[in-house]
């Protein structure tokens, strides 16, 4: 009896569940409507069959239950009924299946008219390259992967110098005209998805996959990866802005071509020496930071984190928060660089200047925080060393108790949460498993082992 | 995974139709007496031993077959280098073929209750088996030699990897021969061998059928 | 459709069989250590496969507890989240559930229900056990090892599984491919026992047609096994020699973290494809016997013959074969040739149909029967209703569009957590409650039961059911963390943390079971030789718990299939299998009496009263 009624209360709660509750398909922003009708047709079918199967099993439960001496009915089969309820499924099949292979079949025919590009993930970040003028990507090739040339881009093939590199999480698509995606990964399996659009597929090393949409409107849409790729994976996020085609050139041309990025000349440190007299102040003459004044150590930092750390103040996607007191006051010293080639002299210098490393100041548990650094290890090595090609700043011998403000930053949303610094947002994400002060000191503290 | 794929379909083909053939045309529910079933009852007329050696046959069946469908789809990669087959593998097929003869004569000894010739059989198709797993090995020693090395292409890798599976599983079979040949040395009567050398020929009928298979595959990728 | 022959004269007695060969084990060491018995390895099996399934549950528990709290537990960070989650993943598929229902149930059930004393290779058999649990420690160790376990997700998927960034890269990743690949070999020994003995010791009159659907359910399940785990066997060799010897079967050129690594050309979709040849047949390799089970369940309780035997035993078969031409519906968005995309969504949706069969003849089988409320039949309803909405669910994702959307979310999750966990966990404790009684002699308490259905039933529908949602939204499977997105509301955090409690709930009731398990196996009501007052071999036994060589004497003749439940003009409401012709009207005292003619006969085992209503 409690049985008959639970099973119909549930099959009624489950149907109303999926009409009631407010967790369902995102509003789609692509041409792939056909997948969300044979979603909905796939939903009738099965729903009818969830629904009729159950709530007779329901009434048989109610209506045979035991009844002393009575006998069941003795029927070892009935072939009609079998037949009949085998032909039933297979229109059902059908039903669901014939329009499924026809959206599978225009999912994989790309329109001759579609618009190439490249999505080139790693270890954990996505980046996108667009054919320049000639409308051809150059060939690539592991082998040719470097921290000069993250893309692989073959350095010979002429059709590659005016690729456009978009050295960043954020992709801009014009709207409503085809693009294909030429998926590619430098380390392991990735996946690029947006849920809004519907369509996805991974990326593998040593191949180049594709899909294919059409925008349908605009907006910010978030990406990710949906292929566990290491430990960072949950971090692996991008953004997606879908604008009018004249938004997306201006967007487009703001971006380096793959010529000129390499043609870019290396910074001049004596240049450099006389702008960072600014510095000197707080950071001190070597560089080597000043705890009282708020100055972190610089000497030693790589120079790919000091220029883009530089352009973020620069550019106002760091020390804007109204939280961000040391951050704020930093904004305006890196104004002072007026463009990319003084900030390119200044990290040059920098780079000149003796790195010892910076005194130890935080007390912690450096025990327990080896466990939580595994995770840090990923990105920023095994020994704090910093690694380029994740985007990750070497951490050993660096000031610590800077590194403990900007965990707590990250923790606070002081830090990461501009939409222009996606890196700073990853690390949102992994400050975030730091529970509390004890932790990041400890952990800290770990990190000040690694000498 | 066509290889593989037609290798189980063949099997689950046979599988189905042996168990079809058992359910097709059957009630059931109808009761029927024991003793009308009593031969015909679905067992196999065989010793469950030679069952089982069967049903590991097909097991390790789909294991090289899986392997031969992996180096095949390998074998497209660009990186794929031509593979030099030693000459020694020539010589090893032979002598497992003659490997495969003695055991075979073995078996007629064996059903005639010869056990002079039994035991002699058993010692040439041991002998015989040892020396190509040896001869394996000098044929890795070439290839180790020459500088192919494992992990230089996976041409080489595979060999090694083919040749090792083959191996192992021709050292199981000798661990059962080891067994057999001490009974038959300590003298026990024919009767109570013939079955281990009787699945010990099928086995070795089988590994020289799965050595011939590999050894064609190999060379047929080799020009 | 009734065509019963009733002849006297038809009454052959049992033959006098030779006693055969057994082991008889003297010591205790012998009798439950190094046991040969296939009833003593069952319970190894079984006790080894829940002990290690409890850690898997711990684990499912932690994940559980990040997923609905992010950030409230120091002890979960996203390295050893993915371990977790790996791990959890590995243990509850491979060792807890194909172990259980092959090595613990297969090798109960074989024997004692196709009449047979042992299986055929009994010591084979027992060698298996200790291979398995090799494995099992093997896969524990992992655990102490540096690094900790490998955390590249069941599917171990390469480049990732080997490369730095993963957790347990160097030591975890070979210990799991050591450890599956002693698994299979330990499999492979049981395999061909349970396999064999279907084929070759089937007492007389047990035609494959009169097996119960538990015998065929786990029968099919092995010959899937025997021929799927050499897939995994191979790319296990094959990415270990990757891991150790530096190959390239699997691993293309690449830079890991700025590291050029000396790999080139393999292919990460080759292992892709070996690990769901196997993977698939996998997922049938637990529901078969999961199938087969729940079919001889209702069919006792419900005091009905199994509605359409032919067409189950038919259903078996077809699932059991289209199952290994099915795989790639796990790649639709792995990069293979698009095309093999109709290929692969056509046969999937095929296999429903058989499937869907099944379901329909279970509840028709409830139709017109007179179903007692018991807690086996209580679980064997659970999994009916819980397997319907996962098996639907599983006809979005092997629909090739439809997947493109859903695949690598949460949908996957809930989905292969209805059809491939939950269902079959619903099936074993339905057998453990339905069998106990044969194992240890007595009942399982009905009240704690009772409790541990409903909570059991009803939480694991509030986890998975919802979860599905989680799914639709885009919410990504193996996340860590959701963190801000623009998309996902704050509302799905409530639900995250409504399912993590849910979850806890659940986990912890099944202290109740273990409770239950041991409180009544001291002081449980005796049993009886056949509680249930069921029709197959093994309820007929003349000791209960049955001793080794099962059936005393002389082996029982069978005379019927196994599902002669309120046969019209019969004494009782069941005949059992081996009861001759023309005695059905003495029921069950005759049937042991005819069965085992040298045995003691039971004491007041005449006709027992029917257990629970």
């Excluded at chain 1, 700073?424 to 990041?440: F, P, W, Y």
């Excluded at chain 2, 789809?73 to 030693?86: A, C, S």
């Excluded at chain 2, 097929?93 to 058993?122: C, F, H, N, Y």
Aim: net charge neutral.
């Amino acid at each position: 009896m409690a049985l008959a009624i639970v099973l119909v209360l549930l099959v009624v709660g489950s149907v109303l569940f999926h009409y009631l509750s407010p967790w369902y398909f995102t509003p789609i922003a692509s041409n792939w409507d056909s997948i969300d009708e044979t979603v909905t047709i796939t939903f009738w079918v099965t729903g009818f069959v969830f629904v009729v199967v159950n709530l007779f099993m329901a009434y048989c439960v109610l209506r045979y239950r035991y009844r002393k001496g009575k006998l069941a009915h003795y029927e070892p089969e009935n072939k009609k009924l079998e037949l009949a309820l085998i032909l039933a499924t297979t229109v059902g099949v059908v039903a669901m299946l014939a329009p499924g292979l026809f959206a599978w079949a225009k999912f994989i025919e790309v329109p001759k008219d579609a618009t190439v590009f490249e999505v080139v993930a790693r270890q954990w970040n996505f980046n996108y390259r667009f054919p320049g003028k000639d409308g051809v990507l150059g060939t690539v090739d592991a082998k040719y992967v470097s921290d000069e040339n993250p893309f692989g881009i073959n350095p010979d093939d002429p059709s590659g110098q005016d690729d456009v590199l978009i050295a960043s999480p954020e992709l801009h698509l014009p709207l409503g005209k085809p693009v294909k995606l030429e998926l590619r990964s430098i380390d392991v399996l990735h996946d690029f998805t947006v849920p809004q659009f519907r369509a996805k597929m991974n990326m593998v090393p040593g191949l180049v996959t594709y899909v294919w949409f059409r925008p349908t409107r605009t907006g910010t849409f978030d990406s990710f990866c949906e292929q566990l790729c290491g430990i960072a994976h949950f971090a692996m996020r991008g953004k997606v802005a879908v604008e009018e085609e004249s938004a997306f050139q201006a967007w487009l041309s703001s971006y380096p071509t793959y010529a000129q990025s390499k043609a870019r000349v290396a910074g001049d440190a004596a240049a450099g020496k006389a702008l960072f007299a600014v510095c000197t102040a707080c950071q001190g003459a070597q560089a080597e930071g000043n705890p009282s004044l708020n100055a972190p150590k610089l000497s030693g930092q790589a120079p790919w984190y000091l220029k883009r750390q530089l352009k973020n103040f620069k550019d106002g996607a760091r020390g804007t928060h109204e939280k961000d007191v040391f951050g704020k006051m930093m904004a305006p010293m890196a104004a002072t660089l007026t463009d990319e080639a003084a900030i390119d002299n200044v990290v040059a210098y920098i780079r000149t200047l003796p790195d010892n490393p910076a005194p130890t100041t935080v007390n912690g548990n450096a025990k327990n925080g080896q466990d939580p650094y595994v995770t840090c290890a990923a990105c920023h090595g095994a020994g704090g060393q910093g690694i380029q090609a994740t985007n990750a700043p070497r951490l050993k011998g660096m000031s610590d108790w800077y590194m403990v403000t900007q965990l707590k930053n990250f923790q606070h949303g002081v830090r990461g949460t501009n939409p222009h610094d996606p890196y700073g947002r990853q690390m949102t994400s992994m400050a975030a498993i730091l529970v509390d002060d004890q932790a990041t000191s400890d952990l800290v503290a770990y990190i000040d082992t690694l000498r | 995974m066509t290889y593989a794929l037609i290798f189980l379909s063949g099997l689950m083909a046979i599988v189905m139709w042996w168990l079809v053939r058992q359910t097709v045309n059957v009630k059931p529910w109808t009761e029927q007496r024991s003793v009308e079933i009593m031969q015909g009852d679905g067992g196999l007329s065989l010793p469950s031993v030679k069952v089982g050696l069967g049903v590991f046959l097909a097991v390790a069946t789909s294991l090289f077959a899986l392997l031969i469908s992996a180096y095949h789809m390998r074998m497209m990669g660009e990186d794929w280098t031509k593979l030099p087959v030693p000459r020694v593998l020539w010589l090893n097929s032979a002598v497992l073929i003659l490997a495969s003869v003695a055991m075979q004569r073995t078996r007629a000894a064996a059903r005639q209750g010869q056990l002079e010739r039994v035991k002699s059989g058993l010692i040439a198709s041991g002998v015989l088996s040892f020396s190509f797993l040896a001869g394996q090995l000098w044929a890795w020693q070439q290839m180790d030699a020459a500088g192919y090395f494992v992990a230089a292409n996976p041409a080489y890798a595979f060999f090694y990897l083919l040749t090792a599976v083959h191996g192992l599983h021709l050292l199981g079979g000798l661990w059962v021969w080891c067994k057999t040949t001490a009974k038959v040395l300590r003298g026990v009567e024919v009767g109570k061998v013939r079955l281990s050398v009787e699945l010990c020929t099928v086995y070795w009928h089988y590994l020289l059928v799965v050595w011939l298979v590999l050894f064609a595959v190999l060379l047929h990728t080799h020009t | 459709m009734t065509s019963i022959t009733h002849d006297e004269s038809a009454y052959v007695p049992p033959a006098e069989v030779e006693e055969p060969e057994l082991y008889h084990p003297k010591s205790f060491v012998g009798k439950y250590i190094w046991s040969q018995d296939a009833k003593v390895i069952a319970v190894q099996y079984a006790i080894t496969a829940i002990g290690v399934g409890l850690v898997a549950l711990v684990l499912s528990g932690i994940m559980r507890l990040q997923l609905g709290f992010p950030h409230a537990f120091s002890f979960i960070n996203p390295s050893n989240y993915l371990q977790f989650v790996t791990m959890h993943g590995m243990i509850m598929v491979i060792y807890l559930l194909t172990a259980l229902f092959l090595g613990g149930f297969g090798n109960y059930l074989i024997p004692l229900m196709v009449g047979a004393r042992d299986m055929v290779f009994p010591y084979v058999n027992m060698v298996s056990y200790w291979v398995y649990l090799f494995a099992v420690l093997l896969l524990m160790a992992s655990f102490f090892v540096p690094g900790g376990p490998t955390g590249s997700g069941w599917t171990l998927y390469p480049p990732q599984a080997i490369l730095p960034g993963t957790p347990g890269a160097n030591w975890g990743i070979v210990l799991m491919l050591v450890s599956l690949a002693f698994f299979i070999i330990g499999f492979t020994m049981g395999g061909l026992n349970y396999v064999v003995t279907v084929l070759q010791a089937r007492t007389r009159g047990m035609t494959m047609m009169r097996l119960p659907l538990t015998v065929w359910g786990i029968f099919m399940a092995t010959i899937l096994a025997l021929l799927a785990f050499p897939a995994l066997f191979v790319s296990a060799i094959m990415m270990t020699l990757d891991q150790t010897l530096g190959t390239s079967f699997f691993m293309p050129a690449l830079v890991s973290q700025g590291q050029h690594l000396n790999y080139n050309g393999g292919s990460p979709i080759l292992f892709q494809h070996l690990f769901w040849f196997f993977g698939h047949p996998e997922v049938y390799i637990v529901a078969l016997p999961a199938f087969g089970i729940v079919s001889d369940l209702i069919a006792v309780h419900a005091r009905k013959n199994i509605f359409g035997y032919r067409m189950m035993v038919w259903a078996i078969l077809a699932i059991g074969g289209l199952s290994f031409v099915v795989w790639a519906h796990h790649m639709y968005v792995s990069g293979m040739n698009p095309y093999f995309g109709f290929f692969f969504a056509t046969t999937t949706l095929i296999i429903a149909i058989p499937t869907a069969l099944k379901v329909y003849n279970w509840v028709l089988t409830l139709w017109r029967g007179n179903i007692h409320l018991t807690v086996p039949m209580l679980f064997a309803i659970g999994f009916v209703f819980t397997f319907i909405n996962g098996g639907l669910t599983g006809l979005f994702l092997g629909n090739v569009p439809v997947d493109i959307p859903l695949s690598g979310t949460m949908f996957v999750v809930a989905h292969f957590h209805m059809v491939m966990a939950v269902s079959p966990v619903l099936v074993v404790f339905g057998a453990i409650y339905h069998w106990y009684p044969k194992i240890t002699g007595r009942m399982l308490n009905d009240t704690l039961g009772k409790f541990h259905f409903w909570v059991t039933f009803l939480g694991t529908y509030a986890i998975y059911y919802p979860m599905h949602y989680l799914g639709f939204l885009g919410v990504p499977r193996r996340y860590y963390a959701m963190g801000t997105t623009v998309f996902v509301p704050e509302s799905a955090q409530s639900l995250n943390e409504a399912i993590t409690i849910a979850a806890l709930i659940v986990g912890a009731i099944q202290v109740v079971f273990l409770y239950n398990l041991i409180w009544s196996y001291f002081k449980g009501k005796p049993a009886g030789p056949n509680p249930w007052r069921a029709t197959t071999l093994e309820w007929q036994t003349p000791h209960t718990p049955p001793k080794h060589g099962n059936f005393g004497a002389t082996l029982p003749a069978v005379y019927r299939w196994a599902y002669d439940y309120s046969v019209p003009g019969a004494a009782e409401d069941f005949i059992p299998q081996n009861q001759p012709p023309g005695k059905k009207a003495k029921g069950l005292e005759q049937a042991l009496d005819a069965s085992d003619l040298g045995a003691q006969k039971l004491d007041g085992a005449g006709t027992p009263k029917p257990i629970g209503s």
